[in-house]
């Protein structure tokens, strides 16, 4: 599954402020930025980065006076109750999305532990059954995020613009793009997280063999790959020390991204929140 960002282009008024500009470069250089489901951490990374600095780019919108003047006028008062509730939502999303990442973290650690301290094959499996049984549960919440997300951004936009004041039409407008850019790439890392753990039984001698020289043939090559998958891989082959030792080599690499990731949330997050407040204060004066 390929996600691009798809972001229409966005009619400003003559004489754009050097905010609105900027709001249009990042929107644009977003919308350059495909992930697909078996892309690294790292690409999930830098699109949620960029996302930060579209919202700090909207910060300064909503901080000009030109912009909460014709915002506390509450003229499109569907339009704002719209843009309010998605924010509440993706904040939700956002939410959840740090918990998930935590209790992988969480799972993570414990596996890595339990691979220093092994006393044997049969706690070894033991261990990458419950590891896998986590994977399983995650997966299944995952995908009813995404079925959120993907409810929530058929809605965004549904409310018609009101024309009178061309700069109010504008700034709804960006913030709509804002949400909808903002939705999938919350989707690109829920897609990401809820990649396939081990294949179906019946074929998994082969496969697992298959995969586990992929991950090899990655590893020397240095190719952008999903780290989920890595792990997945090498989990299946974890017969002797030595495969044990690439089991946590990966691991310790899905663990930094996991890092990675939540940082980048926990970023976000903060200015979701800044930019909902500020919004809610221009309204409400």
């Known amino acids: 599954m390929?996600?691009?960002?798809?972001?229409?282009s966005i009619s400003w008024p003559s004489r754009s402020h050097p905010t609105t500009q900027r709001i249009e470069e990042e929107l644009n250089k977003l919308n350059k930025c495909e992930v697909s489901s078996n892309s690294a951490s790292g690409s999930i990374s830098n699109s949620l980065s960029g996302l930060e600095d579209l919202y700090k780019c909207m910060d300064d919108l909503l901080n000009l006076a030109s912009t909460q003047q014709v915002l506390s006028r509450n003229e499109n008062e569907k339009c704002l109750d719209e843009l309010l509730d998605g924010s509440v939502r993706l904040l939700?999303?956002?939410?959840?999305?740090?918990?998930?990442?935590?209790?992988?973290?969480?799972?993570?650690?414990?596996?890595?532990?339990?691979?220093?301290?092994?006393?044997?094959?049969?706690?070894?499996?033991?261990s990458v059954a419950t590891f896998n049984c986590f994977r399983k549960k995650m997966k299944k919440d995952t995908k009813k995020l995404i079925a959120s997300l993907k409810q929530m951004d058929s809605k965004l936009g549904a409310s018609s613009l009101l024309d009178q004041d061309q700069h109010l039409s504008a700034v709804i407008r960006v913030m709509r793009e804002v949400n909808v850019i903002n939705c999938s790439i919350f989707q690109s890392l829920l897609v990401f997280l809820s990649t396939s753990s081990k294949p179906k039984q019946s074929r998994w001698s082969l496969v697992s063999k298959l995969m586990h020289r992929g991950v090899i043939a990655c590893e020397e090559k240095q190719e952008n790959v999903n780290e989920i998958e890595t792990v997945d891989a090498a989990l299946s082959q974890v017969s002797d020390s030595e495969k044990v030792k690439i089991a946590q080599k990966r691991l310790e690499a899905l663990e930094m991204s996991i890092d990675d990731l939540e940082s980048c949330l926990e970023r976000l997050s903060r200015l979701l929140i800044k930019s909902r407040a500020s919004l809610l204060n221009i309204i409400s004066q």
């Open 2 to 8: 390929a996600c691009k960002y798809h972001v229409r």
């Open 92 to 126: 939700d999303v956002c939410s959840i999305g740090r918990d998930i990442l935590l209790r992988f973290r969480e799972q993570v650690e414990a596996l890595q532990s339990a691979f220093r301290r092994r006393k044997g094959d049969s706690s070894i499996e033991s």
